[in-house]
Every structure is written in C-alpha cells, then in structure tokens.
C-alpha cells in the first residue's frame, strides 16, 4: 500500500496531553496513598474503621455475590480475557498493539508483585487464614481495573461520544465494584484498593494512547466475543472453584 495510503489510515491524537495527565493524576494518587500507607499511622485507623463499617453490612446472600465479583478478577479469568484481546489484535495484524497489551498486563502483575514484597503490609484478619501475601495494593483491583479498562477501551473506539462514555462507565463500575469486593470480603484495606484502581486506569490510559496514535482497527462486531468470553470466563471459573473459594475467604456454606 503506498504511503500516502497508509497515511490516511493514521488516526493523530490531538489532545495527547490528555493523556500524560491521566497517567501522571493517577500515578500520583498511588505514589501519595503510598507515602500515607507508610507515614501516616491514622490512614491505618482509616482503613479500620472503614472496613468495620463494612462487615456490619454483610449478609450471607451478598456474600456469595461479591464473591463471584472478586473471582471475575482473578488472573485465570483476566488470562482468558486479555489472551483473547491480544489474538484479535494479532489477527487484524496490529502487532505494535498486541506487544502493548501484553507489556501492559505483565506490568501490572510484575508491579504489583514487587511493590507488595516492599511494602510489606500486612492483610485484613481473615479468619480462613489462606490469604499469606501481603496487602498493599490489591492486585485484583489493579486486575479489574486493566481488563475492565482495556475491554472498554476497544469497544469505544471510534464509537459516538454517548455510546463510549457509557461504555467508559460501565466499565469504572465493574472495577469499582471489584475494588469493593476486596474490602467487602476482608481480604484488602480500602488504601490497597484505591492505589491498585489507580495504577490500572494509569495502565489503561497508556494503552489507549497508543490505540489511538496508530491506525484504524476494525473492531465492529467485537462486542459479542467480548461478552461471551467474559461471560464463559467468568460462570465457569465461578462454579469450577466456588466451594474452594468459600473456605478461602472464609464465607459460611
């Protein structure tokens, strides 16, 4: 194809600087809820009393429906999810794209990976006692944040302002939603969940810097394998290791 082809293709960002702020807005609302995590014994006292607040509430059918919430972010179900996002872009020979994606998921894993060990911080008591790594940030809400994110993020492209903000906010309430099943389920302080939701949409943001500087990606009809993948994804891990799940969190049968 020539080149001046090809140039027509290109899809210029013309408010990158949108961009650069998200990522350094978001990166400083982890690097700040770090520096209180460690510095600021009342974030602690926080997080406590927040928490308590919380359990107050619970109830045995809420229960099993935050912890099907929490299971949709875990790494087996966002593996699925992103494997096939990445063969799509692999398939529509957007290879640039596909290299990012997958930088963007390991990141993720391999940051918050690391920031766990130094920070140290220990769990929420939970009396199943089988949650051993260590709190800070909660890397399922960093997980929901990245798939919810990317997901939305490929389903908006060049869709009308409408449809794709609301496809913006569908997904920031499932990653909100999965942030508080952490809290909900004793297994993260609410601090963990605000950085982790914060470096994933810093993640996400990057990503759809590059979509949007590269060249046009077809994606009309991605939608319904989208949603039958999530949807498999996440009912069959659900059911495949419900009961494990129950003893793990410590919800009564």
């Known amino acids: 194809m020539p080149a001046t082809s090809l140039f027509a293709y290109h899809q210029p960002v013309h408010h990158w600087t949108r961009y650069v702020l998200a990522?350094?807005?978001?990166?400083?609302?982890?690097?700040?809820?770090?520096?209180?995590?460690?510095?600021?014994?009342?974030?602690?006292?926080?997080?406590?009393?927040?928490?308590?607040w919380v359990q107050r509430h619970r109830s045995l059918t809420l229960d099993r429906v935050m912890l099907v919430v929490t299971l949709s972010a875990d790494y087996v179900v966002a593996a699925a999810i992103i494997m096939t996002l990445v063969a799509y872009l692999l398939f529509r020979q957007r290879w640039w794209l596909a290299i990012h994606m997958t930088c963007v998921s390991v990141s993720a894993t391999l940051s918050v990976t690391i920031v766990k060990v130094l920070v140290s911080r220990a769990r929420p008591e939970n009396t199943a006692g089988v949650l051993n790594h260590f709190s800070f940030p909660s890397g399922h809400a960093c997980t929901g944040a990245v798939v919810a994110g990317l997901v939305a993020v490929m389903l908006g492209y060049r869709r009308s302002s409408v449809s794709r903000y609301g496809i913006?906010?569908?997904?920031?309430?499932?990653?909100?939603?999965?942030?508080?099943?952490?809290?909900?389920?004793?297994?993260?302080?609410?601090?963990?969940v605000i950085a982790g939701l914060a470096f994933g949409y810093a993640l996400v943001v990057a990503f759809a810097w590059q979509l949007h500087t590269g060249y046009v990606l077809p994606?009309?009809?991605?939608?319904?394998?989208?949603?039958?993948?999530?949807l498999t994804s996440v009912i069959g891990y659900?059911?495949?290791?419900?009961?494990?799940q129950l003893v793990k969190y410590a919800i009564n049968g």
């Open 23 to 52: 990522c350094i807005v978001a990166l400083m609302i982890v690097a700040t809820v770090f520096a209180l995590v460690e510095w600021a014994p009342i974030v602690s006292t926080w997080d406590a009393r927040v928490s308590e």
């Open 168 to 192: 913006y906010a569908i997904a920031t309430l499932i990653a909100l939603l999965i942030g508080f099943s952490r809290v909900y389920l004793l297994a993260h302080w609410p601090t963990d």
């Open 219 to 230: 994606v009309k009809g991605l939608w319904p394998l989208i949603a039958s993948i999530c």
């Open 238 to 244: 659900a059911i495949y290791t419900f009961d494990e």
